[in-house]
């Protein structure tokens, strides 16, 4: 696509649900990265990937958030039995490749605990 | 102590000023970011820099990899230019290839 699409762009869940968070990235792209922003804040680093390869996921805050890219495209960030401090912007950015290339951020998905 | 530390933290200038934000950092890196935050949420990338200076209308950037040191100038300022600006690191070190942000320069220009 034209930019980096993110899905669902809102999501109010109750304590304990599931929620599964997309990111299509830009055609082509090779790295993918995963940041959560809290209000007032700056990103912070979740995870990133290199085609379907998980490079990096010392930013996962603990054993219940995951994440995916099985074919090298489309990535899911999983959050399993969510909590209220989970509640927080969930950004995916893509680049050609990692190094010096220029990152490209989604609108990002507003993730509301309740 | 953040790696990556920005001042100041909040700017409020008048149409015309001419603006300066500053991005500090810690770590040996290979490229620097500065990327703008609309107040609708979206993240624009607005220049990479791994040396020297670079120019985008009224926007210029300049780093000193010496120092460890980077700012974000604009030039005859606009309300338009209302956003918070995020100065982002790559560190060159390990085999990681992540972004490290600093927290962000709230900048208001009023009429």
């Known amino acids: 696509g034209a930019g980096v699409s993110q899905s669902p762009r809102y999501k109010v869940t109750k304590r304990g649900q599931d929620v599964a968070l997309r990111c299509d990235p830009i055609s082509g792209h090779v790295s993918l990265y995963w940041y959560r922003q809290a209000l007032g804040q700056g990103p912070e680093f979740l995870t990133y990937?290199?085609?379907?390869?998980?490079?990096?996921k010392s930013g996962l805050p603990n054993d219940r958030f995951s994440a995916e890219r099985p074919e090298g495209s489309i990535s899911t960030l999983t959050i399993q039995r969510t909590e209220q401090r989970d509640s927080a912007m969930y950004r995916c950015?893509?680049?050609?490749?990692?190094?010096?290339?220029?990152?490209?951020f989604g609108e990002g998905s507003w993730l509301t605990v309740v | 102590k953040n790696e990556v530390e920005q001042s100041p933290q909040n700017l409020t200038a008048q149409e015309g000023e001419f603006i300066t934000i500053n991005c500090s950092y810690s770590?040996?890196?290979?490229?620097l970011h500065w990327l703008q935050q609309h107040p609708g949420g979206g993240i624009v990338s607005l220049f990479m820099?791994?040396?020297g200076k670079k120019k985008h209308g009224r926007l210029i950037a300049t780093i000193n990899i010496q120092e460890k040191h980077s700012s974000l100038h604009i030039t005859a300022s606009h309300p338009r230019d209302s956003a918070v600006y995020i100065c982002a690191v790559l560190p060159n070190t390990g085999t990681a290839s992540k972004l490290t942000f600093g927290t962000g320069t709230r900048l208001q220009v009023t009429l």
């Open positions: 770590v040996g890196i290979s490229a």
């Open positions: 990937f290199n085609y379907e390869a998980q490079q990096d």
């Open positions: 820099l791994s040396s």
């Open positions: 950015a893509s680049s050609l490749g990692t190094g010096g290339n220029t990152i490209y």
